[in-house]
């Protein structure tokens, strides 16, 4: 079982940064095709997908609202994923997930994904 606990939300003003962090315990990444992917749910409307990594070689994807403004990192020594958001804008404003899946596809659908933590408040004030 993989436990994730993500950090780092918090309210911010338009145009401005964070970086949200989702660390794995437990049953932790190693010896397995992990790929972590981010979600984010506003007030009403359906959980959606931001973007996700594959942690054997790094490779990321992202959704198209987010591409060029948000950047996905990994550490595996620290069983840490990294979500930089830049440029933040107010339709940013969300509960942020990560969520953690075995296999490497480019998977944007949720229910593929398995491990979930409890997720972090982003607010973004114009």
């Known amino acids: 079982q993989v436990q994730l606990v993500e950090s780092g939300g918090g309210l911010v003003q338009a145009g401005g940064s964070l970086r949200l962090s989702c660390t794995a315990s437990?049953?932790?990444?190693?010896?397995?095709?992990?790929?972590v992917g981010w979600f984010r749910q506003a007030p009403g409307k359906e959980r959606e997908f931001v973007g996700r990594?594959?942690?054997?070689?790094?490779?990321?994807y992202y959704a198209d609202s987010v591409k060029g403004r948000f950047t996905i990192s990994r550490d595996n020594a620290k069983n840490t994923v990294y979500l930089q958001m830049n440029s933040l804008k107010p339709e940013d404003t969300a509960v942020y997930y990560c969520?953690?899946?075995?296999?490497?596809?480019?998977?944007?659908?949720?229910?593929?994904?398995?491990?979930w933590g409890q997720g972090t408040q982003v607010t973004v004030s114009s």
């Open positions: 437990g049953r932790t990444f190693i010896g397995r095709n992990y790929a």
């Open positions: 969520a953690a899946r075995i296999g490497i596809g480019v998977v944007t659908a949720k229910d593929e994904y398995a491990y």
């Open positions: 990594i594959a942690l054997s070689g790094g490779r990321t």
